[in-house]
């Protein structure tokens, strides 16, 4: 890792699920990061069980210098969609349930506005990795137009890919864009900033499977870290055990939003990109929230987006090892 140099100034903006978990873990591990804020929407989990699941976390790390804002309780139309099934009940695998968490870093500030703020202070040097639906983004650009000229980067996991090398079953609609197509829709199709892309069939490319999860995470030294990574994601692991035999997309533990927040941390983790111009259906009756990557030119549009099509799979695990690496707690 290099040393630090001048620091990523980050904001993440997040649904905290368990790979969201992951993904935070990385950036506070991360000696190159200042995070500058965690901006919350609803998405794996309700909002009120989010705000107290990074409360969790930042308290764990002795980050108490982190602001949290609070986004949107549901998607720009209304809908709550959330996966309880693969992220437990209180979106962190059960592992905050009915603990009293004190959510004392929660800012009056909501995260829209928190997120135009950030931007316009640091004018052409913030990065956004935006891990949950859209709708806080969206709500931020809508309140202020130069709010993703502002940015440097605006990183998204979200959406699906349907190009044939990935050799994977595409299943047509990834989870954040459907759990808020209008705001996923919006922010492709308006906004005038550098996106990147992290499509979940690209995540699948860098599951990592059961037996090197064993050895290189779970059965390591229990440190507090390692047991704190453990508490959490059991829950996602056991999921992903139960679906074992779908074909080709979990046979082992596949962390999205660690994929994204890998591309985040380190440029170098990105292997392949392709210039695209990428839309997503806002009102399908059966296929809201699915990206259409115009790959040939049909639309004859100019590209919007990068989509990431490759990853470095070592510089991944290497980064994604700061989740259980003992430096901090
Ligand atoms: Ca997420």
């Known amino acids: 890792m290099n040393p630090p140099t001048n620091p990523l100034k980050l904001v993440i903006d997040t649904d905290p699920g368990i790979d969201d978990c992951h993904a935070i873990m990385m950036a506070l591990s991360h000696p190159n990061v200042q995070i500058l804020g965690i901006s919350i929407v ?175 995470f779970l059965r390591k030294k229990h440190t507090a870290r390692t047991r704190l990574f453990i508490e959490i994601s059991q829950f996602l692991i056991d999921f992903a055990k139960t679906i074992e035999n779908d074909p080709e997309l979990f046979t082992g533990l596949n962390s999205c939003d660690a994929v994204c927040m890998a591309c985040v941390l380190d440029e170098s983790v990105i292997k392949e990109v392709k210039h695209v111009y990428a839309c997503v259906e806002p009102f399908g009756a059966v296929a809201s929230g699915h990206m259409i990557s115009d790959w040939y030119g049909h639309f004859k549009r100019a590209s919007n987006v990068e989509i990431i099509t490759d990853v470095d799979k070592n510089k991944f695990e290497e980064l994604f090892r700061l989740c259980v690496e003992d430096t901090s707690i």
Do not use: W
């Open 42 to 216: 609803t998405g794996n989990t309700p909002l009120v069980n989010g705000i107290r699941n990074v409360h969790y976390l930042l308290h764990a790390f002795n980050r108490t210098d982190i602001p949290v804002f609070r986004g949107a309780d549901r998607a720009i139309d209304g809908r709550q969609k959330y996966a309880p099934h693969v992220h437990g009940e209180d979106g962190f695998g059960n592992a905050v349930g009915d603990k009293h968490i004190d959510i004392d870093l929660l800012s009056v500030e909501p995260a829209a506005v928190a997120l135009a703020r950030l931007a316009r202070e640091n004018r052409g040097e913030l990065v956004v990795a935006a891990i949950g639906p859209l709708t806080n983004i969206f709500l931020a650009h809508r309140l202020d137009p130069e709010f993703n000229r502002n940015l440097k980067t605006l990183y998204i996991m979200g959406g699906n890919c349907t190009v044939p090398k990935f050799q994977t079953l595409s299943i047509g609609i990834e989870f954040n864009f459907a759990a808020d197509p209008l705001a996923a829709s919006r922010v492709l199709e308006e906004f005038q900033t550098k996106m990147r892309i992290i499509t979940f069939e690209l995540t699948c490319m860098s599951t990592i499977p059961f037996e090197k999860l064993e050895t290189d």
